[in-house]
């Protein structure tokens, strides 16, 4: 039997030696955000961020949107807040009889759902009930802005439910001159939605709403809209543009939308109508 030599059992020993303590290392647990949560130990703030980000203050309570006329009947919506978070959404009104009992018990859940899960009234159309989503999403937005009137005026949920024209929902358009308005921080003037007069086009009304904040238009919407056949395209691809042009150009001295004519001086006459309104 040939012996080992002595150089060798020495290098052999130092490989075992450094082989056991990289296997320790490795064994040392991780120290991610992920296992020290699991642990009990505190998220990161950035983790536990509201999924409303920068938006306006949604005030508690139950609010009921002003109701939107569609081809196939009336819908309204009917929200409730809790914790500034949306809880509830429900169509308290929606097209009913022969084929749009259907198409509401098909597409109503869905935008129920939507709303709850957006958080707002960023969501998409339900295949097949282009209609009955139009006219939700138009009396959603009437609900949000009567619920963010409310949370801005910092006024209790008491105050929200019933989507009434009461102090709450009105003082948005006239201004805000009662006590809600007067609640501001340093005096500021209230945030304002303002919805401006119907404009007839050849081939459908356009009705634009506006929300004003210290003098300038932050949002802009088209709440009426030529709707079926090609003017569904259009639409959808002109008022959008028409919608960023408004807030960027704070007036209504913005161009129209190539291939959109009438619809954009539609748009253009209601806008400046709600800023007559607003006192722009």
């Known amino acids: 039997m040939r012996k080992s030599h002595p150089v060798r059992r020495a290098v052999l020993a130092t490989a075992a030696t450094v082989s056991g303590i990289v296997l320790l290392l490795s064994l ?6 992920g296992s020290a949560a699991a642990a ?12 409303q980000g920068g938006a306006r203050p949604v005030g508690d309570g139950t609010v009921t949107g002003d109701a939107a006329r569609t081809q196939y009947g009336a819908v309204q919506v009917r929200l409730t807040v809790s914790g500034g978070r949306i809880t509830k959404a429900e169509a308290v009104r929606a097209p009913a009889g022969g084929q749009s009992d259907r198409i509401t018990s098909n597409a109503v859940p869905r935008l129920n759902r939507a709303v709850v899960t957006a958080q707002g009234e960023d969501i998409d159309a339900v295949s097949g009930a282009t209609y009955t989503s139009a006219g939700y999403k138009q009396s959603l937005q009437s609900a949000l802005d009567k619920a963010r009137a409310a949370g801005d005026s910092g006024a209790p949920g008491s105050s929200g439910p019933a989507g009434s024209s009461g102090s709450s929902g009105s003082s948005g358009e006239s201004g ?10 340093g005096g500021e003037r209230a945030a304002r939605t303002v919805t401006g007069d119907a404009a007839q086009t050849r081939y459908g009304p356009v009705q634009v709403r506006i929300t004003v904040n210290g003098g300038r238009i932050t949002r802009a919407e088209a709440v009426q809209a030529p709707r ?33 004519t009438y619809t954009s001086a539609g ?7 709600a800023l007559d309104r607003a006192g722009g």
């Open 176 to 185: 805000g001159s009662g006590g809600s308005g007067s609640g501001e921080a």
């Open 267 to 273: 748009y253009k006459q209601s806008l400046q109508s």
């Open 40 to 51: 009990g130990g505190s998220v990161p703030p950035a983790a536990a961020g509201s999924p």
């Open 28 to 33: 040392k647990p991780a120290s991610d955000p």
């Open 228 to 260: 079926g056949g090609q003017s569904d395209r259009i639409t959808s691809d002109a008022v959008p543009k028409l919608n960023r042009a408004a807030v960027a150009g704070g007036n209504a001295d913005i161009d129209a939308v190539s291939g959109a």
